[in-house]
């Protein structure tokens, strides 16, 4: 990719650029070569030779060299400063036995001897040949004594060392604390605030820093912080919300994940910079730590069926306040009977303000796994949107995964139903919850086009617009995600190999390469088959991103 320069616009002003010679993924010409964008939108659209016109009139002429342009990707589900830390910190995602996850507790702790709290992410016994999670003997070994936490990789239970016990006080009294096993509830959301209240402002920013970083390298022009008072804290949200307004980087949509119940509780979440009472407002847990609130108990922990947060009359009320607020609402809900919660506490403040004005609020539900065909409706009635994250599937579902060992095979094949939301009409929003699952745009395409469970699977065209326009459309945006004359120039630069057009079948993916479809392709997905490389990222006609070397 090339580019040749005219004088400087002004500083802060975004320049007006030609991109031509490569294939442009807009609704408005399925065969787009080219697109000019100017004062931070797109001003036109269209073919290599109708492009000439403009060269001379733009700022800057980027020879695209074939490369493909798409709108940027939106990741509607982020914990900036917890990914932040994963990239920063102890990263145990991709460790096999719980040996070498000791070894690398014992290596990090050497490595970091001035951290007041030591600080890692990512483990899952489920994937350990030991098939446990480390007691608290064996980490006050590793971390030599010293203050350690180490949340699971949904971030609903952690295991700690005593010596960061000790500085909780009555923490043995508090729900969810275990002598000698993962802490959950009360006891884990202790823990963590006292290990993040050990983070310097200088790490908490240096943090932010590596993550939007790191989401503007893939492709990702904005993100949505799912914060609140049990997963970070207000000066966090403050303080990324300021990052983002002042340096280049992907846009912040902040969220606040706290129970409002009148005018003055909605007016705090505004007054912190969020758009909305929403994110991990938590109904439930996760099934990873069988904490997510199911009808029928688990399929390998029999004696319990998960912890309930809210109830049905707690999800009307904050539903109420924030419409009547006009602010988004919205919930974490991971199992059945959590997501029953939500749609009969929604529907409770549907009869009390109508279901237009309802409606019109475009509230959310974060996760919604366990979805049965009547969920499903109630979801489309109501106008909620569904936030999930493909990877989830990608990384636990099938046969052999986590979810049918936490519910049985049968229970867990009806998990994240993608094909049956899209059929009822249910807006989809894409993200990945990082630093629970990564972040990487094209992989969570990749992981709804390719659901472990085939009827579930989507094409990947409808999967991309969750991931672009659908991310857009859950802030209540519906011109934006999509390159189209007058939308916001948030766009991406990839190299790729040819583009194809999918087919959605019932059990396989079929692919075509015919350009009469009309339809604009995009990159062959398939697994085993490498994902785009992106060189370029702009948000709002600023670039943010340029891959070294191109």
């Known amino acids: 990719m090339t580019e040749s320069t005219a004088p400087q616009t002004p500083p802060g002003e975004p320049r007006t650029v ?58 509607a589900h982020v914990h900036t400063t917890a990914t932040g830390l994963a990239l920063t910190g102890l990263d145990l995602s991709g460790v096999r036995t719980l040996t070498e996850a000791l070894e690398r507790v014992r ?17 899952d016994a489920t994937r350990w040949t030991e098939q446990r999670p480390p007691t608290r003997e064996e980490l006050d070994r590793a971390a030599d004594g010293r203050p350690l936490y180490l949340p699971r990789v949904d971030v609903h239970s952690a295991v700690v060392t005593t010596a960061l016990l000790d500085l909780v006080p009555g923490i043995t009294e508090l729900a969810g604390y275990h002598p000698d096993a993962p802490l959950t509830g009360a006891a884990h959301h202790a823990v963590r605030a006292a290990a993040h209240a050990a983070i310097t402002p200088e790490q908490r920013t240096e943090a932010q820093r590596a993550a939007l970083c790191r989401a503007a390298s893939l492709g990702i022009g904005t993100v949505h912080e799912c914060a609140g008072p049990q997963i970070s804290d207000e000066q966090d949200l403050r303080g990324l919300l300021q990052l983002a307004e002042e340096e280049s980087g992907p846009r912040v ?44 108990p688990y399929a390998d922990a029999p004696h319990t069926t998960g912890v309930a947060h809210l109830d049905a009359a707690a999800v009307a009320a904050h539903v109420t306040a924030c419409t009547e607020a006009g602010i988004q609402a919205g919930f974490h809900a991971i199992g059945d009977a959590a997501v029953t919660a939500v749609v009969e506490g929604v529907r409770a403040a549907s009869e009390k303000l109508g279901l237009a004005r309802i409606r019109a609020a475009r509230h959310r539900v974060e996760h919604a796994e366990m979805l049965t065909p009547e969920t499903v ?122 583009l194809v057009v999918q087919a959605p079948d019932d059990r396989v993916a079929r692919w075509s390469t015919d350009p009469r479809s009309g339809t604009p392709g995009l990159p062959d997905l398939t697994p085993g088959a490498a994902l785009p490389v992106c060189l370029r990222t702009v948000v709002s006609g600023h670039t943010v991103f340029v891959r070294p070397d191109e």
Not at 42 to 64: K, P
Not at 107 to 123: I, N, S, T, Y
Not at 392 to 409: C, K, N, P, T
Not at 467 to 472: L, N, S, V
């Open 377 to 498: 409706a109630a979801f489309a009635e109501l106008g909620l949107t569904a936030s999930v994250q493909p990877a989830f599937d990608a990384a636990w579902g099938g046969e052999d995964g986590m979810y049918a060992q936490r519910l049985g095979v049968e229970r867990a094949r009806t998990l994240n139903p993608y094909a049956a939301l899209l059929r009822a009409g249910v807006p989809l929003a894409f993200g990945s919850d990082s630093p629970v699952t990564p972040l990487d745009p094209w992989g969570t395409v990749r992981a709804a086009a390719f659901h472990r469970t085939p009827e579930h699977r989507i094409s990947a065209r409808a999967a991309f617009t969750a991931h672009t326009r659908g991310g857009w459309r859950a802030v209540g945006r519906d011109d934006a995600g999509v390159l189209v004359p007058g939308a916001p120039a948030d766009y991406a630069v990839w190299r790729t190999d040819s």
């Open 253 to 296: 949509v902040g969220y606040w994940a706290e129970q409002v119940t009148d005018a003055k509780g909605a007016q705090r979440v505004r007054e912190l910079g969020a758009i909305g009472a929403a994110g991990d407002l938590f109904v439930d847990g996760s099934l990873g730590s069988h904490t997510a609130c199911l009808h029928e």
């Open 18 to 75: 030609l991109l031509r010679g490569g294939d442009v993924h807009s609704p408005a010409d399925p065969f787009a070569t080219a697109m000019v964008v100017e004062r931070g939108h797109v001003a036109w659209v269209g073919s290599e030779g109708a492009a000439d016109a403009f060269a001379s009139g733009v700022d800057e002429v980027i020879d695209l060299e074939g490369a493909l342009v798409t709108p940027a990707f939106t990741d």
């Open 107 to 123: 290596a990090h702790a050497v490595a970091r001897p001035a951290d007041k709290v030591l600080l890692g992410h990512g483990w």
